[in-house]
């Protein structure tokens, strides 16, 4: 494998440096096209501005969503197309504890633990907001890392765990018989239908940045969660034993198990660290987007992939980096596009840069 | 003795072949029966659970039409596959993609040019082989960059496409749009129409010039006797009818398949899958070989887009979603990926058992018994207080038809852990146009040899 | 043994292969150096050095492996340098590997028959058409004839019909070496052919090697064990740091002080 990989010949370097030249040029016209639109005023600042806001909030969930599918993919050597259903899981877990805290008293618990399945109460009954129930709000977030780590342990547990040496391949295909698994688990306990889980926004107006004088409440403080979030994982991975456990043992897994790394209580705290991430994210996407159905994680599992793939498997900051291009692209896309083709240029986007460079733009480990 | 090949091109023609020649085709005739079993395991489930849900004889018969429908539609779709990953080792998960592209583009090249999202309105045969032109094409399209892709980033990459191709469609942008003055349109959302392939398809077979007044035809007359003695609805008649070409569909390309597999070809073809270096450096072209084998498994499943999820005269981009590809994954799984018979019984007892099963037995249960119908599985978990599992119990059965979702799911993961050869087990077919099993070195099968008699014993 | 006498002239004109100033770095690191040496037609000669000289690196670039980033790789008089794998193939360039690449899903017979060049049921439209077919059930006899043959010279008939994987370590190098020699080659290149093979497989290997060798093949081989070097090589070349450091008769280099300073300061 590392023969194919590191063969490299001459008319085809050139072939794929042409390439990303010409894709560097190509990203490079859009630039000056955007520009120049701004310029001669048919793109107006604040569309602009609301565009690359927005890229950053989607950007951060996703990133945190593709930061846990890439450390268990450097650490478990395998693509874990559940991923998007842990996200549903958070999601699921933390806003029925959400509800379940909000609606003491409010309403039947009935209909909170099955997070309105019944249609017997409403966001707007349960006020739930950041304003409105925020202790309810901070306890479901709580619940939602807790939850998906305990889901996660588990199922590595009963399957993963059992296909510890069992190849790439065979675990991703596992990976997708546990995500129709989970996918359908929730399905049977919450119903099929997508529910409105969250009022709108709360705003404050403010004079801090200049594109915008009102602050979606919802938005900010995903992003401030996300950020503080990815900040802690760098400090962890890089000051403390853990952290250089985990890297050495993504680096070459045999080696670290001679070293006496203990290598499945490294795996243990990845799915922690990794679930933990995730189920967050699942739990912040509802807090944007109001709306809670059995397939948003699945539906956003693709777009975590490229952001992992864009960086780099295995790179944790190329997750991140990866997260937020992929959360830009199928934003500032609209400038170009109609809405129902962004995710084709976020895709299209992660499949040219496979082309000229094979191994994401932050390279990673080889997990083959 | 070792004369005779399988799969022999010349004689392979009727049944009476096999049977005649039962000594030298082993490999054929056990195929064929544990296909065979296969099926009557499937059909004999049916018409069990048809007696238990009190069907008449005609709804049992068109049931087993539907089951076998959808099994041959997967056998067709996993046989493809078998060729990309079972062979070749290319995991494609974009397989459903492919199936659009093959199914729009015959769309688009039969659709009436005034109906409401136009097309050219050329005649089907043309539709079928543009569809298939359009899939290969697409599939070297996906190929050039994928192929040199690492076997998990080709697969990431396989699905994105896949899911373009879908969105694409799905696109408003392409609703409507004109190609070289050309007015075309896919519909969006709404999907497209355009005429109907299964009714076209039968009709054409069973009456002269396909015209239901006319008469029957020379196939049509064994089909509407038979029908006319089981006192089956012309409908049902129709859809055996259709049914029987997919399986004859499946025959074909299984033995396209198989031929392509016991050939030199398929040695390079298992050899990539083994070690592509090692089949560099013996002198292959491995990569003009993955491309050609890549389209052609991408053709084949354009086909399948076509004679499955465009059968009906319509389509819309939610028939191509990512979990029809797993279907197929699963299919294949159980057979056990790298047998041809493998991805045909895969794709009977996943129809049959799994797909098709689950939402059967819901129907005989609401028919049978009264079950309570809770709306939530609270009031289920709540009942069970008073020491009452049936509201429970009636909630599980009304999930029945998401609950086999779970079922593919674990059935997939206990594969993975357990068979992950399949339930056939591994089959080791060796990759040559004669059965090398048989081949002896030249010392040892000379028969005419003084001590022929001992060696014998 | 010795190549005293022969003029330059005539030696050139012997060389089946020559390599010059072949460079490759990775990344910073700088793994081959400059090396150029020439090996001469119908010879066995052996490639050494400490660890990390080079040697492998030296092969991959040979075989179209690696792209060298200077250099020029000069086969039987013809520019091959940067040609794909196959390509050095079909030329009658053929390598095994250090760590034995069977191909283990594939039994011994199919490992077999997978060498041949230019088969007629290599190309898809022939393994498809009923009437062509029959060319290459035809094609596929005449060429197992010569795989029963092989395989026979090899002493590894009884395991036609085991899957590679479960053939012992010497048992995969007397199976790579013979799927080698299936693809007609002119020049044989052997990474460590007597890594992990027991003594009397070693015998027998090496005795195929120089039957292969008076009838003409040539052959370079990479390997650790001093031994089989000395003994069977008429040229050795050492390589130290990604360059050629000597070059000679087995006597010369035992003789030559700064292939063993090489050796002793690179592995103790």
């Not at chain 1, 050597?77 to 991923?83: E, I, M, P, R």
């Not at chain 1, 680096?251 to 189920?279: H, Q, Y």
Request: hydrophobic letters at 50%; charged letters at 15%.
């Amino acid at each position: 494998m590392a023969f194919a990989d590191g063969r490299s010949h001459l008319s085809k370097v050139t072939l794929e440096q042409w390439f990303g030249v010409l894709l560097l040029a190509g990203l490079g016209v859009l630039v000056v096209d955007l520009v120049r639109r701004v310029v001669i005023g048919d793109l107006r600042f604040g569309t602009l501005s609301l565009f690359l806001w927005r890229g950053l909030v989607d950007g951060l969930i996703i990133a945190l969503a593709a930061v846990g599918l890439s450390m268990t993919y450097a650490i478990l050597k395998f693509a874990n197309f559940s991923q998007g259903d842990l996200v549903t899981t958070g999601a699921f877990t933390g806003w029925t504890a959400a509800y379940v805290v909000g609606g003491i008293g409010v309403a039947e618990f009935g209909s909170t633990i099955l997070l309105n399945a019944d249609r017997g109460t409403s966001a707007r009954e349960l006020d739930m907001h950041l304003f409105g129930a925020p202790l309810a709000i901070i306890i479901g977030l709580i619940v939602a890392a807790v939850a998906t780590i305990l889901v996660a342990l588990a199922i590595d547990r009963v399957v993963y765990r059992r296909m510890r040496n069992a190849g790439g391949i065979p675990l991703l295909i596992a990976s997708i018989g546990v995500a129709l698994a989970l996918r359908y688990v929730i399905v049977f306990f919450y119903g099929e239908q997508t529910r409105g889980v969250t009022r709108s926004s709360p705003t404050v107006d403010h004079e801090l940045f200049f594109w915008t004088d009102s602050l979606n409440v919802h938005q900010s403080s995903l992003v401030v969660i996300g950020v503080a979030l990815m900040i802690a994982l760098h400090l962890l991975l890089q000051y403390t034993k853990l952290g250089k456990a985990m890297r050495a043992m993504a680096d070459n897994r045999d080696l670290a198990l001679i070293t006496g790394i203990p290598t499945e209580r490294v795996i243990l705290m990845t799915w922690i660290i990794g679930a933990g991430l995730t189920g967050v994210a699942g739990y912040l996407i509802v807090l944007e987007t109001e709306t809670l159905s059995f397939n948003t994680g699945w539906f956003l599992l693709l777009l975590i992939f490229s952001a992992v793939i864009l960086g780099g498997i295995g790179s944790i900051y190329g997750a991140i980096a990866g997260g937020l291009i992929i959360g830009l692209a199928t934003n500032v896309s609209l400038v170009w596009i109609p809405g129902d083709l962004t995710e084709v240029a976020a895709f299209t986007l992660m499949i040219m840069i496979l082309i000229f460079r094979p191994s994401g733009i932050f390279g990673g480990v080889e997990t083959a | 003795m070792t004369r005779d090949t399988p799969f022999e091109p010349d004689g392979g023609d009727g049944p009476g072949a096999f049977l005649l020649n039962a000594d030298a085709r082993p490999r054929w005739l056990d195929d064929v029966v544990i296909i065979g079993k296969a099926t009557l395991v499937v059909y004999g489930l049916f018409i069990g659970l048809g007696l238990a849900a009190g069907l008449d004889f005609n709804g049992i018969v068109s049931t087993l039409q539907q089951v076998t429908l959808l099994a041959t539609s997967f056998a067709l779709v996993a046989l493809a596959l078998n060729l990309h990953w079972g062979y070749t080792g290319l995991f494609n998960i974009g397989i459903a993609g492919f199936m659009a592209v093959g199914a729009y583009t015959m769309a688009l090249v039969t659709a009436a040019p005034d109906a409401t999202f136009p097309g050219l309105g050329l005649p089907l045969w043309i539709g079928v082989l543009a569809g298939l032109a359009a899939a290969a094409l697409v599939g070297f399209v996906v190929a050039l960059p994928a192929l040199r892709l690492r076997a998990d980033y080709f697969a990431i990459v396989t699905l994105a496409f896949a899911e373009v191709i879908r969105l694409v469609y799905n696109s408003s942008a392409l609703q409507e749009f004109d190609l070289l003055g050309v007015e075309l349109g896919t519909g969006g959302g709404q999907g497209m129409s355009f005429p109907n392939l299964r009714n076209t398809v039968s009709r054409r077979l069973m009456y002269v010039d396909g015209d239901p007044t006319a008469g029957p035809s020379l196939v049509g007359r064994p089909f509407l006797a038979i029908g006319d003695a089981l006192e089956l609805s012309p409908s049902v008649v129709e859809g055996w009818v259709y049914t029987a070409v997919l399986v004859v569909l499946v025959a074909f390309v299984f033995v396209v398949i198989t031929w392509i597999g016991n050939s030199p070809f398929g040695r390079v073809l298992k050899a990539i899958r083994e070690d592509e270096l090692a089949a560099r450096s013996l002198g292959k072209n491995t990569d003009r070989v993955k491309i050609k084998v890549f389209m052609l498994g991408c053709a084949f499943m354009g086909l399948a887009g076509m004679v499955w999820q465009g059968r009906r005269g319509y389509v819309d981009p939610n028939l191509f979603l990512p979990i029809i590809t797993f279907y197929i994954f699963i299919a294949l799984i159980i057979g056990g990926s790298g047998s041809n018979t493998g991805s045909v019984v895969g794709a009977l007892l996943f129809a049959g058992l799994l797909f098709e099963g689950p939402p059967f037995v819901q129907r005989i249960v609401d028919a049978t018994f009264d079950l309570p119908r809770p709306p939530t599985v609270y009031d289920g978990v709540i009942a069970l207080g008073d020491l009452d599992p049936m509201p429970l119990l009636g909630y599980a059965v009304g999930e029945l038809p998401n609950l086999r979702f779970v079922l593919f799911g674990v059935v997939l993961i206990a594969l993975m852990i357990y068979r992950p050869d399949g339930i056939l087990g591994h089959r080791n077919e060796p990759a040559s146009p004669l059965d090398l099993t048989k081949e002896r070195p030249p010392r040892e099968r000379d028969p005419a040899s003084p001590e022929g008699g001992e060696s014998d014993e | 043994m010795s190549e005293a006498g022969v003029s330059e002239q005539e030696r050139a004109e012997a060389d089946m292969l020559r390599v010059s100033n072949l460079e490759k770095r990775f990344g910073g690191i700088v793994a081959v150096d400059g090396a150029s040496f020439e090996i001469e037609r119908g010879t066995i000669t052996g490639l050494i050095g400490p660890n990390g000289a080079g040697k492998s690196t030296v092969f991959n670039l040979i075989t179209g492996v690696y792209n060298p980033d200077a250099g020029r790789v000069i086969f039987e008089g013809e520019d091959v340098t940067g040609l794909r794998p196959y390509q050095l193939v079909d030329r009658g360039l053929v390598r095994t590997f250090q760590i034995s690449r069977e191909l283990s899903g594939m039994t011994v017979l199919e490992n077999m028959l997978l060498a041949f060049d230019d088969q007629l049921g290599e190309s898809l439209w022939r393994t498809v058409v009923p009437g062509v077919r029959r060319s290459i059930v035809e094609q596929e006899r005449a060429l197992l004839e010569r795989v029963w043959e092989t395989l026979e010279l090899f002493e590894i008939d009884h395991l036609a019909h085991e899957d590679a994987a479960n053939l012992s370590g010497g048992q995969r190098k007397l199976l790579e070496l013979s799927r080698a020699l299936l693809t007609d080659p002119e020049m044989l290149l052997l990474d460590e052919p007597m890594a992990g093979v027991n003594p009397t497989l070693e015998k027998k290997l090496l005795e195929r090697i120089h039957e292969l060798r008076s009838q003409g093949y040539t052959f370079l081989l990479v390997e650790h064990d001093m031994d089989v070097i000395m003994n069977n090589c008429e040229t050795v070349i050492v390589m130290h740091q990604g360059r050629v450091l000597s070059r000679g008769s087995p006597e010369e280099i035992q003789a030559d002080e700064r292939v063993i300073e090489a050796y002793l300061g690179g592995e103790i």
